[in-house]
């Protein structure tokens, strides 16, 4: 990914609202200092959505450009960081319709379970997870999932990406994606089912 954010060194005690607080009464570093710190996290977050990783660097860029253009209306007392990835997660939506197309590109890391749901997707993630070392047998099973979940619907993938990847509580995830709580829960547990279903039918 490009970048010409400014090494910072991470020592910063500051919260993210508070960095954006200051960036909106002049301090340019801080803004600088979000970007840095939020580089890794949301951009691995556009590359396993999208499956491109020239569209997940633009619309990295484009995300932050819309936190800059809107930090004057960011409510103050909502957390910065699902605000962020409301940002990435419907610009990404939009940029996967206006291009017509199905991410292609395989994902480039392994989901990370939570602790809040079980089944065969956390048992699977956990047997990939547990083979030694970085062993043929282990980069081919973690090569199927990440395929697996690539070929997901849009609204399961980025549900269970949400959940799995980045860990937001189901009050976030909620936020994020502008839907009601319980539909959360259900779209969770559907993607969840059709992972489980599409592992089937790919092993057999």
Known sequence: MNSTVPQIIPNDQRTDEQLLSDYRDGDRESFALLVQRYQRE???????????????????????????QSAGQFDQTRRFRPWLFTIAANKARDMIRSNNRRPTTALQATIAPSDESGGEFIDLLKTAD???????????????????????????????????????????????????????????????????????????
């Open 42 to 68: 949301l951009y691995h977050f556009l590359v396993r959505f999208m499956g491109d990783r020239v569209m997940a660097d633009d619309v990295f860029q484009e995300t932050f450009l819309q936190v800059h």
């Open 130 to 204: 547990n083979l030694p070392g970085d062993s043929i047998e282990r980069r081919e099973l973690q090569e199927k999932v990440q395929q697996t979940v690539q070929g997901m619907p849009e609204h399961l993938r980025e549900i269970l990406l949400l959940s799995y990847f980045h860990q937001f509580p189901y009050k976030q995830i909620s936020d994020i994606l502008e839907i009601p709580l319980g539909t959360v829960k259900s779209r969770l547990h559907a993607a969840v089912a059709h992972f489980a279903d599409q592992w089937r039918s790919r092993m057999r």
